[in-house]
């Protein structure tokens, strides 16, 4: 009797928690379409595993304890060229548009509302980037207004879930409760980008009883308060009872497990620090390395409970990191260098900032053990998950800037891709460090160009002889043609997407754009408000 009240109660919250009254009946069935298990990490730099993306295996690969990421290497296909964003929401919000950040101007971190976190600066004025991140309805201040990944894949008879981190819209805002946006279950995401605390013990940074508390307070996961439980674990339990509602309403699943780990601060995670500790590296670094491997335990868990449920050969397993590795501050060792082959790290323009560890477990399709060079980036996920799915994309509102990996997946050498990969970070981090300046970028074949707008410089790198980029072949006489065709492509994808610059103080105009052409504008004065070449606002502050 108890278990029948149970699965009752079960199902009745389930439906309550967001079918929106659709029939259950009406839903794919288990089975029928492949789960999805979107395994996204926070602040993982490259070569912060025991998986090598490299041709080499290196110092870091040798340092970092990660198991469970090998052996779902042994049957994924792994991608060595992946990217994201420099910082975590402009990649976040790209994962669930399929925009650039240039095109949803969700250009730096969000958390507050209708204000951002650029530092002031005596030469630079940021334009009006949408700090509020994004909506599922117009007409939201400071938004990109967006029809989201897992509202096509509900569309498409799956049950969306989160657990972990969104920051997908500032406090205040639609966007910053995930359930506005087409998950049908939340657990612990909310508007910050990081955590008070990971301890169960510390509650996770909420203070019970009072008034204030900090809005990096981790929520929903008050019955683990008090508790000697690490954050990462307390995720991973709730991401299986998740599992288990949606078997039990017998729907494929869309599991977005975002973790907050590794992002600062670095709690000891005290089922792995010691060994780290003992082998003589500096504090920071042995709770940094034991924050990846609680992280790498999750993994294991998720995985093995798929098997146990009888599902993991229907299940596709997505990992990736949301920006390179932190560098800048609060890590052990030389700042700049934890990120090593690649310079420099999250924030700045860099590989270490952008590059990321990402594979996926397509069972039947991928060949397991395999690497695959072609550069992709974080926007190709959407696309790639909705092709996936069986979803629609053509029913989005927003023009999607990613293309999908499935023939990658499917193991085609080539993706005939229609617009190379770039960013665009028209702001500035709040942190110091090289490569770390507002910036656009373009990579092409081999070659990479930033352009830097605070100083008006261009460096050109060319990775596959020279990851390190140590090498700048801006002032190279040979390179200057490349330089140039580069410079003029990055400016055309920017126009085409209706990319924002900053405002140059000294000169009292808007930055030019990388090929030295100026950014014209026009006075929309009915708005008040200066308006850039694709129309949309760019406002001074």
């Known amino acids: 009797m108890k278990s029948g009240l149970f699965f009752s109660l079960l199902g009745l919250s389930a439906v309550a928690a967001g079918s929106d009254g659709r029939a259950l009946a009406q839903e794919a069935r288990q089975g029928d379409k492949p789960n999805i298990l979107l395994f996204l990490v926070d602040d993982m730099g490259w070569q912060d595993t025991s998986v090598p993306f490299w041709h080499d295996t290196t110092e870091l690969n040798r340092r970092y304890r990660t198991p469970q990421m090998e052996r779902m290497a042994r049957n994924a296909l792994k991608f060595t060229n992946a990217y994201a964003s420099a910082v975590s929401s402009p990649s976040r919000v790209s994962l669930m548009t399929g925009m650039n950040p240039a095109a949803h101007r969700v250009t730096n971190w969000t958390l507050y509302k209708d204000r951002g ?8 004025r940021w334009p009006e980037w949408n700090v ?33 981190k969104a920051h997908f819209g500032a406090m205040e805002t639609p966007g910053a409760d995930p359930l506005t946006l ?28 009072e008034e204030q508390q900090s809005p990096f307070a981790v929520p929903g996961l008050e019955k683990y308060w008090g508790e000697d439980i690490f954050v990462t674990e307390a995720l991973t339990r709730e991401a299986k009872k998740q599992i288990d509602t949606a078997l039990w309403l017998d729907q494929p699943f869309f599991l977005y497990m975002s973790h907050y780990a590794v992002h600062v601060p670095l709690d000891r995670d005290m089922r792995f620090y010691a ?65 090593f082959p690649l310079r420099s790290g999250k924030g700045s323009a860099m590989e270490g900032g952008t590059r990321v560890p990402m594979m996926v477990e397509w069972p039947g399709v991928t060949e397991g053990g395999t690497n695959c060079q072609v550069p992709v980036a974080i926007c190709d996920l959407m696309p790639t998950v909705v092709e996936m799915a069986g979803g629609d994309r053509s029913k989005t509102v ?3 800037d990613g293309q999908s990996l499935v023939p990658l997946l499917r ?87 209706g990319a924002q610059v900053p405002w140059n103080v000294a000169r009292n105009e808007w930055c030019a754009w990388p090929d030295g052409s100026p950014y014209r504008i026009r006075l929309d004065r009915r708005a008040r408000k200066v308006v850039g070449e694709s129309g949309g606002g760019s406002r001074l502050r």
Do not use: C
């Not at 400071?142 to 969306?160: N, Q």
């Not at 390395?289 to 009888?310: F, H, N, P, T, V």
């Not at 006489?477 to 410079?487: L, V, W």
């Open 117 to 124: 976190p650029d530092p002031e600066s005596r030469t630079l």
């Open 132 to 164: 509020n991140g994004i909506a599922a309805t117009p007409g939201v201040p400071r938004t990109t207004y967006a029809t989201m990944l897992p509202e096509l894949l509900r569309e498409a008879g799956y049950r969306t879930i989160l657990v972990g």
């Open 182 to 209: 087409g998950f049908d279950v939340n657990v612990a995401g909310h508007a910050a980008g990081g955590l008070a605390s990971y301890l169960g013990e510390n509650n996770f940074g909420n203070r019970p009883g």
């Open 275 to 339: 060994k780290y500790e003992e082998a003589g590296l500096d504090p920071r670094e042995a709770a940094y390395a034991a924050l990846i491997e609680g992280m790498d335990k999750s993994l294991g868990d998720l995985r093995d409970y798929l098997k146990e449920k009888g599902v993991d050969r229907n299940t596709v397993v997505i990992f990736l990191s949301d920006n390179g590795g932190l560098a800048a501050w609060g890590r052990g060792g030389r700042p700049g260098t934890q990120n």
């Open 398 to 400: 927003q023009r999607i």
């Open 411 to 497: 193991g085609d050498a080539a993706m005939g891709r229609k617009h190379p990969l770039m960013w665009h970070f028209p702001n500035m981090w709040d942190a110091e460090g090289d490569g770390i300046a507002p910036h656009s970028s373009i990579r092409i074949g081999d070659w990479k160009l930033i352009y830097f707008y605070d100083t008006e410089r261009t460096a050109l790198f060319n990775l596959r002889e020279d990851i390190f980029e140590k090498i700048d072949h801006a002032e190279n006489p040979r390179q200057q043609k490349r330089r140039e065709r580069m410079a003029k492509r990055l400016t055309a994808e920017l126009r085409r997407m």
